[in-house]
């Protein structure tokens, strides 16, 4: 990949006094400026802050990591194609109730989803309208000379750091200014091409156009946006950009821990089952509930017990705009992802792609992202082709498999997916994906993490955030628009990249 200077890139630092220069400006600017995450208790003990008041440094890149232009225009421009996509998914109940059975064998968390949505369903839906925050992520995959963007995945529920990841674009924009022409080997002043990252404004707006659809409450109260989060969230501060961005839209904004949903939220006496949300601080004070907003409730561990799911059954069955709904969340399955990226010459009928994405031209741009994913059933010839390159000790090298699961270090790479699947029913087996592994181009980049400087080898992962709002009932895309982008990085010896599960770390993108 072409340097973004001219000259090598990221310059050589002295041991010394320049990076602890640059690693000290990166500190302080990164707490001034809350690109910053609450300590793990393995950093400061257990129970060390019991009053919640330390922060420290998320882990960011000390340069911008260089990213072909090409890939990230086309990444960009693809995104409302990509919401209009997920959206038309999450509409058509019969595709997920399908895959939903193809997977529940080896998915209790998936099964007991779809329970609630047929709960509610045979109840009846009392609000239309659903809100994605999406965001697809991809790398770029060097094929010889050749660069191009892959999919690695599409997210629909807790779609994380978009209030980071505008913060440390702000960051390198900072350093090119300040500290990067003042190097031994200097980076000029606009030399780096930075482009402008709006994510945690861009999703805000999609809260807000939510919000403003729900319209006024029909019982007189106040309405709201609440952020439904996990116990003791150290990702706090990425929330709290995103939560700011929208109160400057003078939108009232509240945290609720997802397992004090019942405690503090009561379904009105009414026909419409309006959301309320009574303070914890002020009982008699009643907010109707306009937007739900899922920071949690992803995965199995947020679901501890019945009053867990009593409490997204709830959510789901109100008047609530929820971000995502049932369907939607559903619609993340790598399932889905895996379904609409098989190799045409391995399907079993007409494409799914082309279903949901008739437009030639979009569908075309779409394909171009995917790589080869494949079901590991014992029916299909994709299937049978995938359980032998699974199986393989060679074949298998190529190859990661992944589970129904958002949030990073579920997936076994390479040699691993033999020896996991020798613990699986077989019967089983097609609760996982196989996916053909991307190869990205070589790069490198210094990681400042917890205070220590980490140099060598790295691969970035770029997310494109995306907000969708539409009507399940008519189809209507009432407000559809690419939101800002992220870019992770993490060690080249590392499999995972989630910064919240502590694999990799925050980055942004200079332009080649």
Not at 90 to 116: C, M, N, P, T, Y
Request: charge should be negative; glycine fraction near 8%; hydrophobic fraction near 35%.
């Amino acid at each position: 990949m072409a340097s973004p200077t001219g000259h090598s890139y990221p310059p050589t630092l002295d041991a010394g006094l320049e990076k602890d220069r640059l690693s000290q400006t990166i500190k302080d600017w990164s707490i001034a400026n809350g690109l910053a995450v609450r300590p793990p208790p393995a950093l400061v003990g257990q129970n060390q802050d019991p009053e919640g008041i330390l922060a420290i440094n998320a882990p960011v890149t000390l340069f911008p990591s260089p990213f072909p232009k090409s890939c990230f225009d086309e990444a960009k421009a693809i995104q409302t194609s990509y919401n209009e996509l997920y959206a038309q998914i999450s509409q058509d109940e019969e595709f997920l109730g399908r895959l939903v059975q193809e997977v529940a064998g080896g998915d209790d968390f998936i099964a007991k989803l779809w329970d609630v949505h047929l709960k509610v369903k045979k109840e009846g839906y009392v609000q239309n309208l659903s809100l994605g925050l999406f965001r697809s992520d991809y790398m770029v995959h060097q094929d010889k000379a050749h660069l191009q963007i892959k999919q690695v995945e599409f997210n629909t529920i807790a779609s994380s750091f978009g209030g980071l990841s505008a913060q440390t674009s702000l960051l390198h924009q900072h350093l090119a200014q300040t500290e990067y022409p003042l190097l031994n080997q200097p980076i000029p002043t606009n030399s780096l091409d930075l482009p402008t990252n709006n994510s945690a404004q861009g999703l805000a707006a999609g809260l807000h156009a939510a919000y403003k659809a729900y319209g006024k409450s029909t019982l007189g109260h106040p309405t709201c946006v609440i952020f439904l989060v996990q116990d003791g969230e150290r990702n706090i501060f990425d929330q709290r950009h995103l939560e700011y961005a929208l109160q400057e839209s003078s939108v009232p904004v509240f945290r609720l821990p997802f397992s004090q949903v019942l405690t503090h939220t009561t379904l009105a006496d009414s026909p419409s089952r309006q959301l309320l949300y009574h303070l914890p601080h002020n009982p008699n004070k009643t907010f109707e509930v306009a937007v739900a907003y899922l920071r949690a409730g992803y995965g199995p561990g947020d679901y501890p017990s019945p009053e867990a799911w009593e409490a997204r059954h709830r959510i789901e069955r109100s008047l609530t705009i929820a971000c995502p709904t049932i369907l939607t969340q559903l619609a993340g399955m790598k399932k889905v992802q895996q379904v609409l990226a098989t190799p045409p010459t391995l399907a079993s009928g007409p494409s799914t792609l082309g279903k949901f994405m008739p437009d030639p031209a979009k569908s075309s741009a779409l394909w171009k992202t995917f790589t080869n994913i494949y079901p590991l059933d014992g029916e299909s010839a994709a299937g049978k082709e995938a359980r032998r390159l699974a199986t393989d000790p060679v074949e298998c090298q190529k190859y990661v498999m992944k589970p129904q699961r958002e949030g990073g270090g579920n997936n076994f790479y390479r040699g691993a997916i033999p020896e996991q699947l020798k613990t699986v029913p077989e019967e089983h087996w097609n609760s996982f994906i196989l996916m053909e592994l991307i190869t990205p181009p070589p790069l490198q980049n210094t990681i400042l993490r917890q205070g220590k400087l980490e140099q060598g080898g790295v691969i970035c992962e770029l997310g494109v955030y995306g907000t969708c709002l539409w009507d399940q009932k008519t189809g209507e895309v009432k407000y559809n628009e690419e939101a800002g982008y992220l870019l992770r990085t993490k060690g080249d010896q590392s499999e995972e990249g989630g910064v919240a599960a502590g694999f990799g770390c925050m980055d942004s993108v200079a332009l080649v």
